[in-house]
């Protein structure tokens, strides 16, 4: 089996697993996440904040984008601009979204550019991952890019119940430093427990 068979086959795995678990604790491992996230120091401390838009079956991540606003940080979300490319785009108020590429809402096209090396700390979503920070996402390479340009402090959020250990990776794929879950920040691979 090729490195893209199993990764395809993990995403089949991990769809069917999502599906099955309750509203009630998507809801709760969703807050504890944005919880623990808004109270990250690397996150307290970023003037420029880079977060995906959660879709129903990822991490919501709307209570996140509105504190960032509200906060008075920079905010920036991706926009598809190609097959594979995203760019950080600047918004500044949630209602400034439309439905866009693959059904993710998206800034408009006109939005503002950032950077890359403006940002100070990006969140990212996966479909799964291993405590390492090694990351499967939809396979359409779009987050892939963003990391091989990025260097600034990452974050992967996923649920506690989707984790894996064994991640298919190929040479292209990035792992990322910091792992958020409802129950933990992995730092590394290094559980740091949250009272």
Not at 52 to 60: D, L, P, S, V, Y
Not at 90 to 101: F, N, R, S, V
Not at 164 to 190: K, M, S
Request: net charge negative; with cysteine.
């Amino acid at each position: 089996m090729t490195r893209q068979e199993e990764k395809q086959q993990l995403r089949s795995v991990i769809s069917r697993l999502e599906e099955k678990l309750s509203p009630s604790y998507k809801e709760k491992s969703d807050r504890a996440i944005a919880h623990r996230l808004l109270a990250m120091p690397e996150y307290q401390e970023a003037q420029t904040v880079f977060c995906f838009i959660g879709t129903a079956h990822e991490i919501n991540t709307r209570p996140i984008l509105e504190h960032i606003l509200s906060s008075g940080k920079t905010l920036c979300v991706p926009l598809c601009t190609a097959p594979g490319i995203m760019e950080p785009r600047q918004i500044t108020d949630l209602h400034q979204l439309l439905p866009g590429a693959h059904a993710i809402p998206e800034p408009p096209a006109d939005a503002p550019l950032v950077v890359v090396d403006a940002i100070d700390f990006a969140i990212l979503p996966c479909v799964t991952c291993n405590v390492l920070g090694q990351r499967l996402g939809h396979g359409c390479g779009y987050y892939d890019h963003f990391l091989s340009q990025y260097r600034g402090g990452t974050v992967l959020l996923c649920r506690e119940q989707l984790l894996r250990q064994e991640i298919p990776v190929e040479p292209h794929d990035y792992p990322v430093p910091w792992v958020l879950t409802e129950r933990a920040l992995y730092e590394d691979g290094i559980p740091a427990p949250f009272g």
